[in-house]
């Protein structure tokens, strides 16, 4: 309206321009100024409503960071749960305050409590999951059962909007364990850290719409930084630029994941067989098919480009179905040959992605494995929070150790470093006992981590060599719709044989390898050693010259106790009990009559027992005697051992190797063989229980 009137005043009075102009200017600051109050009033509506809908904040202050203006009060509202910014952005935004925050700092436990939220509706979900799946199994028969594991093994992953995807809550945790290496694989992290970006971005546009983005020019500058940024990222992301060096030239994950790219030349080749088609139906109105090709075209193009690619190969596959249907029927002047055959084209390259996928299955099922682990100690996790009396905090501490002793070969280093983040969680909670004693807990059983880790890897290579030995052989290069079905439905049922092979050799229990001493690398003597890096404090010369004497002194002293602490005879014995302790577990095949049996079981009876009564003698010789007084209270021992030992000491390493030996020995002294007689048992197990508060204050 009034840019109207303007040009009517401009054209009748184009002659006096002295008196027409100022008073258009005129007009021009009133238009700004209304426009000016307006956008006020709008922004001030705007901030009253978001205010009153999700308790947006009134008093905000911004700060400058490398991703552009932000302000903490808007990022502790975004991650409420009644702000309407989207989950996946605020798990971003919640995972980078996790990794900022410290050990003992109080305040963390907001974001402790918001993780621990989204962890419990992703466990209750699932758990329902596993029930159903328990009952369905009930009902099938074991051919059915296999089909079922398949299909789940290969089947794409639909995502509830309201539930963050196992790898969220995953990076949720590692931001909290410090983890040194991910259990997630790089292009989720990389995903993450791109949201984080977008979150930042969003609660800009947010402030920018209530009018609290202050107007000089420093901040709107820092605005179009982070804007500029996100541009950036979006511009380098696959499918966004033609670069032919971009992430789609990398191995996909079909079933999770899908390139925006290969949806852009589907897109393109639909487009071409939807005019094409369209050109048919002007002949052929009637033909249902070429309505159901239409349809099934413009059903593509609704689907999110972030839908599995396996998905959108599915739909793919339904329209060259449909098509060959109509191809059957129609001559070269209707037939849809050219598009289809590009389009066939298509769904063999996308196979052949699926093989590339299938290069790290056995890796993505060890990784699963693993994550499943961490993402299931959830009810551990529950229990902290759940105890409100000393009584129940002491009870997680047993519930810790059961669960890191249960573990199986591919996930127990994840338990044990899913127990050091529950120490973690404890002492931002504010309980500094139990989080000390978790921690105590989670170091014992790290001792076992390599010999478990190299065990692992022993039973990954067959694996991983079946799976290259038959990548090598499969290969997609038909075009025909059945053919690619059949041969694919095979692959799947090969791969997951070699899968389960894996699951199978991997999911053993670790009883065995409790059970078995540690070798202790070098025993050096960490406390007197001097730091040659350390830097040499001027002492003046009468000092240091009483230093060298008291360091010579000590040197001498520490020469004379070694001479007197003769291992020969310790180290003789032991060698003797490994030959008497063979000799029983050897097995005999007794030959001949009945007689001569019971001649040859009796010689071996007699020659056991004297070997036997040779190591009792031996050891009481060096003052290993046996008692029968006072019993050991193996429990009181073993509790020591685990979550009394003070964590990051010197010599911690060697020390909880013998703390661990110390508990093999008492329960190996519960499990003697039955060969040998019940007072020999007996006074085996008294020495033990003799020596065993020796062996505990030597330990400490």
């Not at 696959?238 to 990398?250: F, M, V």
């Not at 694996?463 to 290259?468: D, F, I, R, V």
Request: negative net charge; charged residues 30%; hydrophobic residues 40%.
């Amino acid at each position: 309206m009034f840019c109207g009137r303007k040009l009517s005043l401009l054209r009748k009075f184009v002659s006096f321009l002295d008196i027409s102009m100022p008073f258009v200017a005129g007009l021009l600051l009133v238009e700004i100024s209304f426009n000016e109050i307006a956008l006020q009033w709008q922004h001030e509506a705007k901030r009253l409503h978001a205010t009153a809908s999700s308790a947006f904040p009134r008093f905000l202050q911004t700060l400058p960071s490398t991703s552009g203006l932000i302000s903490n009060e808007v990022s502790s509202w975004a991650v409420r749960d009644g702000s309407p910014m989207p989950l996946q952005l605020k798990s971003a935004i919640m995972r980078r305050k996790l990794a900022q925050i410290k050990t003992d700092d109080p305040s963390a436990i907001i974001e402790i409590q918001w993780t621990r939220g989204q962890w419990k509706k992703w466990y209750e979900k699932n758990v329902a999951k596993a029930e159903q799946k328990d009952f369905l199994y009930r009902t099938k028969t074991e051919e059915e059962k296999d089909e079922m594991d398949v299909e789940e093994f290969f089947a794409n992953h639909e995502q509830d909007t309201q539930i963050l995807p196992d790898s969220e809550i995953s990076m949720l945790l590692e931001s909290i364990e410090r983890r040194h290496s991910s259990l997630v694989d790089d292009k989720c992290r990389k995903a993450s850290d791109e949201r984080y970006e977008m979150a930042i971005v969003w609660m800009r546009y947010v402030m920018s719409e209530v009018g609290v983005i202050p107007s000089d020019e420093t901040s709107w500058s820092q605005c179009v930084d982070g804007d500029q940024k996100l541009f950036e990222i979006l511009a380098s992301h696959e499918g966004l630029s033609d670069d032919g060096d971009g992430e789609d030239t990398k191995v996909i994950d079909v079933y999770r994941n899908s390139s925006i790219r290969e949806c852009r030349r589907a897109a393109i080749i639909l487009e071409r067989l939807s005019a094409r088609t369209k050109q048919v139906m002007e002949r052929w109105p009637e033909v249902v098919a070429l309505k159901i090709i239409i349809t099934t075209i413009d059903e593509f193009f609704t689907v999110s480009v972030s839908t599995p690619q396996i998905k959108i190969a599915t739909q793919i596959e339904n329209l060259v179905e449909v098509c060959e249907q109509w191809e059957m029927m129609a001559d070269r002047e209707n037939s849809l040959r050219d598009p289809l055959g590009e389009l066939r084209k298509l769904l063999v390259e996308w196979k052949k992605m699926e093989v590339r996928c299938w290069s790290s299955l056995v890796s993505k099922c060890e990784s699963e494995a693993k994550q499943r682990a961490q993402l299931v100690a959830f009810p551990l996790f529950e229990s902290l929070f759940e105890a409100s009396t000393p009584e129940m905090e002491a009870a997680i501490i047993p519930m810790s150790i059961e669960w890191m002793h249960n573990a199986t070969l591919v996930d127990f280093s994840t338990r044990v470093v899913t127990v050091q983040s529950l120490s973690r969680w404890a002492r931002i909670a504010g309980k500094e006992v139990l989080a000390t004693q978790l921690e105590s807990a989670s170091r014992h059983f790290g001792i076992f981590v390599g010999k478990v880790e190299q065990r692992l890897k022993e039973a990954r290579e067959p694996a991983e060599n079946s799976l290259k030995d038959y990548l090598k052989v499969v290969k997609y290069n038909d075009l025909n719709l059945w053919n690619i079905k059949v041969s694919s439905t095979k692959a799947h049922a090969k791969l997951y044989k070699i899968v389960r092979r894996f699951k199978d050799a991997v999911n053993v229990e670790l009883n065995e390898d409790f059970g078995v001493l540690q070798k202790i690398d070098g025993w050096t003597k960490k406390v007197y050693e001097q730091n040659e890096n350390a830097e040499q404090k001027d002492v003046g010369e009468e000092l240091a010259k009483r230093i060298r004497q008291a360091t010579s002194f000590a040197s001498k002293i520490g020469e004379k106790v070694s001479i007197l602490c003769e291992t020969t005879a310790i180290e003789e014995l032991s060698e003797q009990t490994k030959t008497a302790d063979e000799a029983i577990r050897t097995m005999i095949n007794y030959i001949g009559e009945d007689e001569e049996k019971e001649k040859q079981q009796g010689y071996a009876r007699n020659s056991r027992q004297r070997q036997i009564a040779m190591v009792i003698k031996e050891a009481q010789a060096i003052g290993l005697n046996a008692r029968k007084a006072v019993l050991l209270n193996q429990e009181s021992i073993n509790k020591r051992s685990i979550i009394e030992v003070l964590s990051h000491g010197d010599c911690e390493k060697e020390i909880r190797i013998c703390a661990s030996g110390r508990n093999i020995v008492i329960q190996k002294a519960n499990k003697i063989d039955q060969q040998v007689g019940v007072s020999t048992r007996k006074h085996l197990s008294g020495m033990l229980e003799m020596n065993s508060p020796h062996l505990k204050l030597s330990v400490y």
